[in-house]
Each structure stands twice: as structure tokens, then as C-alpha cells.
């Protein structure tokens, strides 16, 4: 992409913390500080065993839950500085959500799954409609626009899910172990696909994944450990 920002910081969060309260005088502290920026166009992957906190951070980067201490900030903006609704109007305009599992919902076809973002967002039926299909063409289901998720493969699923993530064209893509349900070759498709987008459409995208020969073909590595990061490569 030649968009002069290229490589600027897009997201950066800045002593990030997250504790659960499990009781009186039982607290759990999931993240512990977390420093970590995202350069704009950047596909990094997120690593770390189980309960080290990845999918904690990436719903606090989406907005989806609060930290307990220190600040995201995403193009420029403090997110949680923000009320609810203007969060809620962010998440809508500017984040991607992809997760293992593909939350479509199971009585709207592939087209109607893919704009509900768009009409959440207050666009016109006809305009949603357009936007949709294009982008379900453009993740290889064209022929698949009035299946129901039910009516469709596992990788299938998955790319309707991409496209919906990506169809009101956010500026960051959070993805949740987006292959991790998928057999391998549809994983590697799956990933195929991401990477195109993040070539394509310059799209930022931090991933989670336990599959390491994935990790390494993305720009950059980070690793979860026990509610910390641990540095490979320049998130300071
Ligand atoms: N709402 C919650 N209340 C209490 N504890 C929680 C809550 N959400 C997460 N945790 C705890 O925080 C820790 C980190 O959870 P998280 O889901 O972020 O791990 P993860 O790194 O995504 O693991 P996995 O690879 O298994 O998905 C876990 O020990 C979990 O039990
Ligand atoms: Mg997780």
C-alpha cells in the first residue's frame, strides 16, 4: 500500500493492566503491564500458552472490556478515555473482529451475516447489500451469498466471518485464533487470505495463534508470557 503513514504507530497501549476481582480479597492479575505497539500495516501474531492473557488483551484492544489500569491508544485516540457509545461507534467504524469460532448468526445468510455490521452502522439496505457482496466475492464465496452458516463448510464459515470483519473497512483487525478450528490446508487458506487483505488493503492485524509455522510468516512475533510480553522484535 503506498499510503504515506505506512509503518506509523497505529495502536499503542501503554502499561496495560487487567485484574479480575474472584472475591473479597481474591484478586486474579491476568495482564501486568503490557507495552506493546502496532505499526500501521503491520501483521503481527500474538503466541503464548493457554491463560497467558492474549484473548484478555485482544477484547480490551477492541474495546470489549475495560483494562484496570494504563491506556490504548488507536490512531491517535485514548480509547478508554471515551464514554461506552463512542467506543461502541470505534469499534463498529475502525476494529475487525475474527474469532475460532465464527459467531455468524445461524438464521441470516452469508450476504445478510456480512451487513449487519453495516446497517448497525446506520448504511443504506441498498448500499449494505452492494458492499457485502462485493466483499463475499472477495473472500472466493460468490456462489454462497444466500447459504446459511449451517449450509456451509468450517472454511466457508470462517471467510464469511473474514468478510464480515473487514466489510466496513476497519483499520485494525483483531483475529482470536482465527484457524484454529480449521483443519490444516483450510488454515493455510484462511491465512492466505488475511495476508492478501493485509497487502491489499494495508489493513493492521494482530493474530493470535498457537501455530508457530503460521507465526513466522507474519511480520513479527510477540510472545504472551504469564500476563507479560516478552520482547522479539521492537514493541517497547
Ligand atoms: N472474566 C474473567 N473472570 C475471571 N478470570 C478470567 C476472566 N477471563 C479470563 N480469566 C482468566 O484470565 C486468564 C487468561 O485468560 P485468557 O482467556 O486471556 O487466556 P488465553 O491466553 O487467551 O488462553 P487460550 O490460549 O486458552 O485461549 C485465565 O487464567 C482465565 O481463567
Ligand atoms: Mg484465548
Known amino acids: 500500500m503506498s499510503d504515506v503513514t505506512h509503518g506509523s504507530p497505529l ?12 472475591g473479597k480479597n481474591n484478586t486474579l492479575e491476568v495482564l501486568k503491564g503490557i507495552d506493546l505497539t502496532l505499526n500501521r500495516g503491520e501483521m503481527v501474531a500474538l503466541l503464548g500458552d ?39 461507534e470505534i469499534r463498529n467504524q475502525k476494529i475487525g473482529f475474527i474469532y475460532q469460532f465464527h459467531r455468524l448468526l445461524p438464521e441470516f445468510t452469508s450476504l445478510e451475516n456480512v451487513m449487519m455490521p453495516l446497517l448497525i452502522g446506520r448504511e443504506i439496505p441498498k448500499i449494505a447489500k ?21 449450509q456451509l463448510s468450517g472454511g466457508e464459515q470462517q471467510r464469511v466471518a473474514i468478510a464480515r470483519s473487514i466489510v466496513t473497512e476497519p483499520i485494525l483487525l483483531l483475529a482470536d485464533e ?17 495476508q492478501n487483505l493485509n497487502q491489499d488493503l494495508g489493513l493492521t492485524c494482530l493474530m493470535v495463534t498457537h501455530n508457530n509455522e503460521l507465526a513466522q510468516h507474519l511480520n513479527r512475533q510477540v510472545h504472551m508470557i504469564d500476563g507479560c510480553l516478552a520482547a522479539h522484535g521492537d514493541e517497547s
Open 130 to 150: 452492494e458492499k457485502a457482496s462485493k466483499v463475499l466475492e472477495q473472500v472466493g464465496l460468490k456462489e454462497r451469498l444466500l447459504h446459511r452458516p449451517g
Open 178 to 194: 482465527p484457524t484454529g478450528n480449521l483443519d490444516r490446508g483450510t488454515a493455510w487458506s484462511i491465512f492466505e487470505l488475511l
Open 11 to 22: 495502536l499503542v497501549t501503554a502499561s496495560l493492566t487487567k485484574s479480575f476481582c474472584l
Open 50 to 88: 493457554s491463560g497467558s492473557g492474549k484473548s484478555t488483551l485482544i477484547q480490551i484492544l477492541g474495546t470489549l472490556d475495560q483494562p484496570t489500569g494504563g491506556t490504548v491508544s488507536l490512531d491517535g485516540t485514548d480509547l478508554f478515555k471515551l464514554n461506552r457509545k463512542k467506543q461502541a
